[in-house]
């Protein structure tokens, strides 16, 4: 069965601090790729996504997260962060035909003003 | 479009009281899901729908149950209320295109 890993649970940046969070996959195959964020109190919006194609893809906010197909990774990025980035945020995995996603755990995102 | 919906958006429970969590959604979207999200635990399956008249149970079904008589109508019953089922439940819709899943704001539920 797929796993989804999220190695870093809590994270906490400066404002303008660039930003990597890391996603691991199990089960290779067709996937489609997925970055959700949480704002405190909300529900999960979708950041960005991957079908094919260029594995570069970029989001909302000026997120984007790169696939690297050979070490089953799917890491999110952000340059610049903002305060306003205070979230959870999640990775999420579909195998093509299969019509459930497998989430990571989470990776809550503290930004210091 | 409204998207995915769900009611009602707070709820206090007693230990074995019974309640519904509604959710709908107005996207003709065939697949369904309920998903609970525990602190530090990320999402886990309850239950998902395929369709009309189709259920099945995803990660951790015990002590839940679903029904799914319409398109857009995908509700969960939980029976006998319990201390350990005090979380916040999401529910997700999609398509099979893409798996890409449109989830509602959140039931957050508390059994004392």
């Known amino acids: 069965a797929q796993s989804v890993s999220q190695h870093n649970h809590h994270v906490i940046l400066s404002e303008a601090a660039s930003l990597e969070l890391g996603c691991n996959y199990s089960y290779g195959g067709t996937v489609n790729l997925f970055w959700y964020v949480q704002y405190p109190g909300q529900h999960l919006q979708l950041l960005l996504k991957?079908?094919?194609?260029?594995?570069l893809v970029k989001g909302i906010k000026g997120f984007e997260a790169e696939f690297i197909k050979s070490k089953f990774s799917f890491n999110l990025r952000k340059p610049s962060v903002q305060w306003s980035d205070t979230a959870e945020y999640f990775c999420?995995?579909?195998?093509?035909?299969?019509?459930?996603?497998?989430f990571g755990t989470g990776t809550r995102l503290t930004i210091i003003p | 479009n409204a998207g995915v919906t769900q009611t009602p958006k707070f709820r206090i429970l007693k230990i074995g009281q019974s309640m519904t969590l509604q959710c709908a959604q107005d996207?003709?979207?065939?697949?369904m899901y309920w998903y609970r999200q525990d602190p530090g635990m990320g999402l886990k399956l309850i239950y998902y729908?395929?369709?009309?008249?189709?259920?099945d149970k995803g990660e951790v079904p015990n002590g839940y149950n679903v029904s799914r008589s319409t398109t857009e109508d995908f509700p969960l019953r939980l029976e006998l209320a319990a201390p350990s089922q005090t979380s916040v439940y999401f529910c997700?819709?999609?398509?099979?295109?893409?798996?890409?899943?449109?989830f509602g704001p959140g039931t957050r539920l508390t059994v004392l």
């Open positions: 999420a995995v579909g195998n093509f035909g299969n019509e459930k996603l497998t």
């Open positions: 996207m003709n979207h065939n697949y």
């Open positions: 997700a819709s999609s398509t099979l295109l893409n798996n890409e899943q449109f």
């Open positions: 729908s395929v369709g009309a008249g189709i259920t």
């Open positions: 991957y079908f094919s194609g260029d594995p």
